[in-house]
């Protein structure tokens, strides 16, 4: 049972073209989402997040937009660029009282072509 | 800058070996977190741990174990490891509960396990 899911499992873009990869969930006790990038070989990295009290975040050419009655966000690169090329992995968490345990989609494979 | 660091990247192992992968964190996080990564699986969380000497089942606990004698050092065990272990191993770390907002998970760079 997939809380968090990206069914789209790669993504191709020329360079300075947007990339918009999508993420939805099913738990709406969810109340922060993240974006990791992984280069292959590596471990994932922070990206950008959202609270469930806002509805879009920005940061540089990084945007996430969350609808929550769609229980769905996504996020927007532009202008994409051939370094942005990785997997990309939408998180989930939920309010606990112990630890900060996220839950993670499969990811999306993003290939930007120059 | 956060550091979280597992000691090994790339490890072959016999099936029935009993397999240590261990962990360190620099950042003095209390949370401590094992992630397995499959292909079209994403990160799937193992144990976890909040606490010294405490740890928690997370969402495959099956066939492995976990170890936090100290605050800094989270280490994963495969008691008899199986060729369905083979994976990319994730370590983790994460300051506070997640009552912060600002709060994130940093990961250590991953060990490459196969069991043959």
């Known amino acids: 049972d997939q809380q968090v899911k990206q069914n789209s499992p790669s993504l191709s873009v020329q360079e300075g073209r947007i990339s918009i990869l999508n993420c939805d969930y099913t738990?709406?006790?969810?109340?922060?989402f993240l974006w990791y990038k992984k280069y292959p070989a590596e471990g994932p990295t922070f990206l950008i997040s959202i609270s469930s009290i806002k509805d879009k975040n920005e940061d540089g050419r990084f945007t996430v937009f969350l609808n929550k009655s769609a229980k769905h966000l996504s996020l927007h690169i532009v202008p994409s660029q051939p370094g942005d090329s990785a997997v990309y992995f939408c998180a989930a968490r939920g309010y606990e009282e112990y630890g900060n345990k996220l839950v993670f989609g499969a990811g999306t494979i993003l290939r930007v072509k120059s | 800058d956060v550091k979280v660091t597992q000691s090994s990247r790339y490890l072959v192992k016999r099936t029935g070996e009993k397999v240590f992968l261990e962990c360190v964190q620099d950042?003095?996080?209390?949370?401590m977190f094992w992630y397995r990564q499959d292909p079209g699986l994403g990160l799937r969380l193992i144990y976890f741990?909040?606490?010294?000497?405490?740890?928690e089942k997370g969402d495959i606990p099956e066939g492995y174990s976990v170890s936090r004698e100290k605050k800094e050092r989270f280490s994963l065990i495969l008691e008899s490891a199986s060729t369905n272990q083979t994976s990319m191993y994730l370590c983790?770390?994460?300051?506070?509960?997640?009552?912060?907002?600002?709060?994130?998970?940093?990961f250590g760079e991953g060990s490459w396990l196969t069991v043959v």
């Open positions: 950042m003095d996080h209390e949370n």
């Open positions: 983790a770390s994460s300051l506070g509960t997640a009552a912060h907002s600002g709060n994130t998970i940093y």
């Open positions: 738990n709406s006790m969810f109340d922060y």
């Open positions: 741990s909040y606490d010294v000497k405490m740890k």
